[in-house]
């Protein structure tokens, strides 16, 4: 079983995030620079705050900072796009499936699939309803340190993503 938790905005970083109940279980705010974003502060419900500084590639939890080179590597070879990240000893493995419809964030401490976060972006659509983005905690994950990690791994991970296609989509035309 899993908690499904949504962004209400599109722009996932300046967006609640929202339980099945309507709770909120995490806000998050940015701020920009002249040509670059500058950091993105997530606070949760429980009052834990991480900050994501773009420019420094670095990530703080819990008054704890890190850049991205100590906690993220490349797996898989050259052309794989596979990445973990580990903060405390608990690497996961992020990876795209379906043409980016779906990231996976799979533990790869963890003996079975129990553990595994989805995430699915936001997709617009034009004749129904936007779908918004979802992240899906395992119920089993109750350690608030851990989401909060893996949230801005992801976060980290599919803003990436959206910058590369926006990048080539300016370059196509």
């Known amino acids: 079983m899993t908690l499904p ?8 970083i300046h967006s609640a995030v929202v339980g099945p109940d309507g709770a909120v279980h995490y806000t998050m705010t940015s701020t920009r620079g002249i040509l670059h974003r500058k950091e993105t502060t997530i606070s949760a419900a429980s009052g834990l705050t991480g900050i994501i500084y773009w420019k420094e590639k670095m990530f703080e939890i819990g008054g704890v900072k890190r850049r991205w080179d100590d906690i993220e590597r490349r797996v898989g070879g050259l052309l794989s796009r596979e990445h973990e990240w580990d903060w405390a000893g608990r690497p996961y493995t992020l990876k795209y499936q379906d043409r980016h419809k779906e990231l996976l964030a799979v533990p790869k401490f963890a003996q079975n699939s129990t553990g595994i976060v989805r995430f699915t972006p936001y997709h617009p659509r034009l004749l129904h309803d936007n779908e918004p983005a979802v992240i899906y905690f395992p119920f089993e994950m109750q350690d608030e340190f851990e989401r909060m990690f893996l949230l801005m791994a992801v976060l980290q991970t599919d803003i990436k993503r959206q910058d590369a296609e926006a990048a080539a989509s300016a370059a196509a035309g």
Request: proline share 0%.
């Open 5 to 12: 938790l949504t962004f209400l905005d599109k722009k996932l």
